[in-house]
């Protein structure tokens, strides 16, 4: 077993009436190892262990994609299901201010985002569209 440095971020937010908050970022390594399972950072789809996670991207590159008009429909779905299980009348309404709040975590981003299969192939036709 390998111990690796991986550079990690911790976002401590809060939610508003206009949507999600950032209050404050930390960021700091992290030692794992090579056997530590991780999950996509944009759908949270199991990836494996560490040493197997094939498609590692920028935050930079994430935030070209996005620019480009990249959603993360997984994670909007699942939040919209969230919301209408909780009983909200009109989860459209707060869906864009979710989508916004996610972009300004994007913008934010400096750590490497794992991605699986289905997140890159995805995203790689927004970071095409330069």
């Known amino acids: ?6 550079p990690s971020e911790t976002l401590v937010v809060e939610i508003g009436k206009d949507g999600l908050n ?3 970022t930390f960021m700091q390594m992290s030692g794992m190892d090579d056997s530590a399972q991780v999950i996509c950072d944009i759908c949270s789809k199991p990836l494996g262990k560490m040493k197997d ?16 008009g990249f959603k993360p429909e997984q ?20 869906m864009e201010i979710v989508f916004e709040s996610w ?28």
């Open 53 to 68: 996670v094939k498609h590692i991207e920028s935050p930079e590159t994430i935030t070209i994609a996005v620019r480009n």
């Open 103 to 130: 972009k300004s975590i994007v913008d934010k981003s400096e750590t490497p985002w794992a991605l699986c299969e289905d997140c890159y192939k995805s995203i790689q036709i927004y970071i095409k569209k330069r």
């Open 75 to 94: 994670m909007l779905k699942a939040t919209e299901d969230m919301l209408k299980g909780q009983g909200e009348k009109n989860p459209d309404d707060l």
């Open 22 to 24: 950032i209050v404050e």
């Open 1 to 6: 077993m390998t111990r690796i440095d991986v």
